[in-house]
């Protein structure tokens, strides 16, 4: 009997393996590791995408697994996240003073970031309210065609990512299959100018099991670019000139704001907590359209760095995420004393385009000042089309050596230059420096009082050159920094050194 | 009848030689040809907006844009200004009274017209409203 019971374990244990065996087959790879990837754990069944003539009405998104600002929530219980994300036509304030006609997710931008869990359903719906008039907005992009396309999902995008008209509504569904971070955008021809007019945000897909660490706080940064011209029709927006897409900028990469979150600078001026000490975890996407982003964190080293936002490509002790566009990281870093520590991308064009933030962890406020030296202001764009010109090509180009009111770098302060030269001299100046230095007496002391460096011709065509010279004009006669001039400091400004004001002495080149 | 038998033919023909190689959904083929502001005058008029693919090597440069599209309006029935065509995703589409002319004529003198430039066209869908666009015979377009 005893004989018989020991023949029945090892029989159940055989069975048993055999059982295991027969589980995992096909996940197990040629190491012995189960392979958490294996295609048959996966779930890709989704049933035919829906498009309806039915709206939804009342809010622009729902959802409890949606979060509208940088401040993540934790992940939802449950298994299946019901979202709905209607596309809008609206202003938003790209940054002061430039009111720009955005396309949006949710009616914001970036669109609400979606966290969940691999193997939750997502279900999903969003109506084209394109054609719905805003309250109290009498300029709207005309209504257009839009559609979704999720990068977290694994569905055919001929059925699921269809573009629908104004009024429709389309619903589908999919299951997380890989943990990550990432994009979502809307597909519609011109791709390009539906992300670059906002239609963009992020889906933070947690592995089952959860993070490897445990962080204090937990933010979203999305970096994207905007390609804005002031409207030809020169309509305003709440007495402020209105933006609209530039589409040979776009055509040719050359975005004019580079920001994160949506806003040029918007995370100085609302900074993201933490406390010396802590752990902070920062969701960075790169939503583009074109451009590459390199974020770093001034006065930190990322801890761990999970590239697309999966554990498992994860590098240590990084100092940059390089992040094409739609690719996504996750950084975490220790906070290891009290300060302002500076978000930028890298690639210092794009932060001084407004891509910059801040995580605050206290410190003396005094230190905050200084915290915009990686960019210029975006205070105020004129809205001549010949000084825009100017203005963006010198922020391109002359910024490394001059400043606009923040004082002496290595050329001179350009703050009241249209008030010191004139026209013509400007003109010959820029057009060809190298010849004014041989005749011109002033040229020649500027060249002494700035240490020899001398002025390099730029190759600027006639028309460059007025450019220039009617952005100097609006420096000095229209700009808010223009009218500030002898008005207490609230603040530093943007491109001025914690110092202040920039003396007399450093303007009178 | 032999005008059906040979739209017929014709339409087949393109169902079968086109393929699933472009990457473009049909409806974006629609997006880009798509005016909110046609298809409402339309709709308020009783007319109909009619979404096709254009088949061939599509002009994409301006001049031959406005070229087609100066010939697509010229067409008996087709409101005038309301042709839309995309180079880049050999899309177009226009507003048409139905009553004017029949969608059969409109159909094959526009298609005689680009057929001279070596274009065919495969009809994705003709609509009254913006929210019932839909795309009718999703192959045609490929």
Known sequence: MAHSIASLRVWMKRVGALALAAACAGCVDNTGTVDKYDPARMDFKSPPAKVTAERHTGAFASGTALNSVPGLKPVEQGDVKTIQLDTTHKIIELAPGVKFSAWTFGDQVPGPTIRARVGDRIRFSMTNRSDEPMPGVQIMAPPMMHSMDFHAAMVSPQDKYRSIAPGQTISFEFTLNYPGMFMYHCGTPMVLEHIASGMYGAVIVEPRGGYPTKADREYVVIQSEFYVKPDPEQRKVDGQPLYVLDGDRLRNAMPNYTVFNGVHNGMVRNPLAAKPGERVRLFVLNAGPSKTSSFHVVGTIFDRVWMDGNPENQFRGMQTALLGSSSSAVVEFLVPEAGQYVMVDHHFANASQGAIGIVDAGGPSEEKGDIEHHNIAATATPTDPAAVKGKQDFESKCLACHSVGGGRKLGPDLFGVSKRRDDKWLAQWLKTPEAMLKSDATAQALLKEYNNIPMPNQNLSDAEVQQYIRYFHWIDEESPRAHAQGAPRAAVQPSQPAGGTPSAKDRKP | ?142
């Not at chain 2, 029935?77 to 589409?93: E, K, N, P, Q």
């Not at chain 2, 139905?98 to 059969?104: C, G, I, Y």
Request: charged share 25%; with cysteine; hydrophobic share 50%.
């Open chain 2, 1 to 142: 009848m032999r005008r059906a038998c040979a739209l017929l033919i014709a339409f087949t023909g393109v169902l079968t030689t086109t393929a699933w190689a472009c990457g473009y959904c049909i409806e974006d083929r629609m997006a880009a040809v798509y005016d909110h502001a046609v298809l409402t005058r339309a709709s308020a008029a009783g007319h109909k907006v009619a979404f096709y693919a254009v088949l061939g090597a599509a002009p994409a440069d301006e001049a031959a844009s406005n070229v087609i599209r100066r010939e697509v309006e010229t067409v008996r029935g087709v409101d005038r200004s309301s042709a839309r065509y995309s180079g880049d995703l050999a899309a177009l589409s226009f507003a048409f009274d139905p009553r004017a002319a029949a969608w059969a004529d409109v159909d094959r003198r526009i298609g005689r017209a680009l057929a001279a430039r070596g274009l065919t066209l495969g009809l994705i869908s003709i609509v009254d409203r913006p929210d019932q666009i839909r795309a009718g015979n999703r192959t045609a377009a490929r």
